[in-house]
C-alpha cells in the first residue's frame, strides 16, 4: 500500500488557507518540508506566509497519512488556529499610562 503523504499536505494547506481568510488574513503562500524521518514528532514542516509575517508548524506522520481521521482533524485544526492567531496583527499595548 503506497502512503501519499502530499495529499494530506494539500488538505491541510486548503484549510489553512480557509481558517486565515475567515479571520482576515491573506496567505501568499504555503510551503510544505515533508521529511524523511517519520517517527518524530516533527517530521513535517508547513511555512504560512503572509506579506508581513511567516510562521511554521510542524506535524506528526500521521496527521498527514490521516489527514480525514477525526481525532487527527481536531488536532491539525487546532495547531492551524493557533499558527493563524500568531499572523494576525496585533497592536501593542502600552507598557505604562499616565494619570
Same mark, same amino acid.
Given at each position: 500500500?503506497?502512503?501519499?503523504?502530499?495529499?494530506?499536505?494539500?488538505?491541510?494547506?486548503? +484549510?489553512?488557507?480557509?481558517?486565515? @481568510? $475567515?479571520?482576515? %488574513?491573506?496567505?501568499?503562500?504555503?510551503?510544505?518540508?515533508?521529511? =524523511?524521518?517519520?517517527?518524530?514528532?516533527?517530521?513535517? +514542516?508547513?511555512?504560512?506566509?503572509? @506579506? $508581513?509575517?511567516? %510562521?511554521?508548524?510542524?506535524?506528526?506522520?500521521?496527521?498527514?497519512? =490521516?489527514?480525514?481521521?477525526?481525532?487527527?482533524?481536531? +488536532?491539525?485544526?487546532?495547531?492551524?488556529?493557533?499558527?493563524?492567531?500568531?499572523?494576525?496583527?496585533?497592536?501593542?499595548?502600552?507598557?505604562?499610562?499616565?494619570?
Amino acid at each position: 500500500m503506497r502512503i501519499d503523504r502530499q495529499v494530506g499536505a494539500d488538505a491541510i494547506s486548503a +484549510r489553512a488557507i480557509a481558517i486565515a @481568510l $475567515a479571520q482576515g %488574513v491573506q496567505i501568499s503562500e504555503t510551503t510544505w518540508d515533508i521529511g =524523511t524521518d517519520l517517527t518524530h514528532e516533527h517530521a513535517h +514542516r508547513l511555512e504560512l506566509v503572509t @506579506l $508581513a509575517k511567516t %510562521v511554521r508548524v510542524y506535524f506528526p506522520d500521521p496527521e498527514l497519512c =490521516t489527514s480525514g481521521h477525526p481525532m487527527r482533524s481536531k +488536532r491539525t485544526e487546532e495547531r492551524l488556529q493557533r499558527a493563524i492567531a500568531q499572523l494576525l496583527p496585533h497592536v501593542p499595548q502600552p507598557t505604562y499610562a499616565y494619570r
